[in-house]
C-alpha cells in the first residue's frame, strides 16, 4: 500500500507552481512509500539514499538526482550509517510539462532522459549552481515573476543535466578502490597522507585522476567524509562541537565551523539542534 501526496496538502495559493523543501533522514530511518498529482525532482546534497521505484532499487548519493512523474511511486530509505538529505522541488503538473515542451525533450508519457527512471548525475559545477541557487530562492517570495523565472531555470537545468548521456570514463581499479577506502573513518580522518600511503601515487597524480573521475579534489572529498561524519555524531552524540571536530580530523575549530555552515547553511549547534525530517 501507498499513499498519494497532493498538490492541495503543500500549496494553498492557486497561483505558485513550484514548492521546495529539505528531506533530511537519519541512518535507519525511511519515508513510506507515495505517489504525487505532480511532478517532482530531487538532488542529494549529502550521503545517500536507497530508493524503491518500479521494481527495482538504486542507491542515490550525493550530486544524483531523479526526476519524478505523477502517479510513480517510491519509497526512499537511508541504509547507511551517516544521516542523509536531499532537496526536493514540487511543481504543478500543467507548468512542468510546460517546462518540458519548451526544452523541446517531452513526448508522451516518456521522460527526457537517458534513464527511462529518470536519474541522472550533476558535475561538481553544476552541483555547487544548484545549490547556490535554491539556497537564495526564498529571498524572491515576495516578488512572484523573479521567483517565477528562477525556479523554472532551475527546473530547465535539471532537464538538461538528465539529458545529457551518461559519461563513458572507466574509472582505473586503483582509484575506485581507493575512493571507497577513504570512506572509513580511520581513513578520511587521517586526510591526503593517508589517501597517498593507501594509493602508493604521488599526490598530483591522484589530484589530477580525482579531478577527471570525480569532478572534485580529494580535499573536497574528504572534507565531505568529514562533514558527514560530524553531521551524524551531532545528531547521535552528546559530545562537543570542539571534540566532534578533532574526532573527524579537523584541527582548527574555527574552520570547521566554516565549511560546516558552508555545506549545511547551519551551524554545528544549529544543526544538532534540528532533528526533524524537514527543515
Known sequence: MYRKCLWTNYVTDR????????????PGQE??????????????????????FGKGRT??????????RPEDV??????SDRPALLRNIAVRRDTFEA??????????DDMP?????????????AFHVYCSRTAMVDRFLPHPRTYGFLMRSICGDALISAGMPERSDFVPGWLSRL?????????????????RELSGRSQAYINRMFRKYYGQTPTDYINDLRLSHAASLLQTTGLTVLEIAGICGFENLSWFNRLFKQRYQLTPSEYRS??????
Not at 99 to 105: H, R
Not at 274 to 279: I, P, S, V, Y
Open 31 to 52: 519515508a513510506s512509500a507515495h505517489n504525487h498529482d505532480y511532478y517532482e525532482f530531487f538532488i542529494v546534497l549529502q550521503g545517500e539514499f536507497t530508493e524503491d
Open 113 to 125: 532522459v537517458s534513464d527511462p527512471c529518470g536519474y541522472f548525475s550533476l558535475d561538481e559545477s
Open 179 to 195: 575512493y571507497s577506502q577513504m570512506r572509513q573513518p580511520e581513513n578520511f580522518t587521517l586526510g591526503i597522507l593517508r589517501m
Open 59 to 68: 542507491k542515490v548519493t550525493r550530486r544524483q538526482g531523479h526526476i519524478l
Open 15 to 26: 497561483n505558485q507552481s513550484f514548492y521546495m523543501a529539505d528531506f533530511f533522514l537519519n
Open 274 to 279: 534540528r532533528k526533524n525530517f524537514f527543515f
Open 99 to 108: 517546462i518540458l515542451a519548451e526544452t523541446g525533450f517531452f513526448s508522451g
Open 74 to 79: 517510491h519509497c526512499l530509505k537511508n541504509d
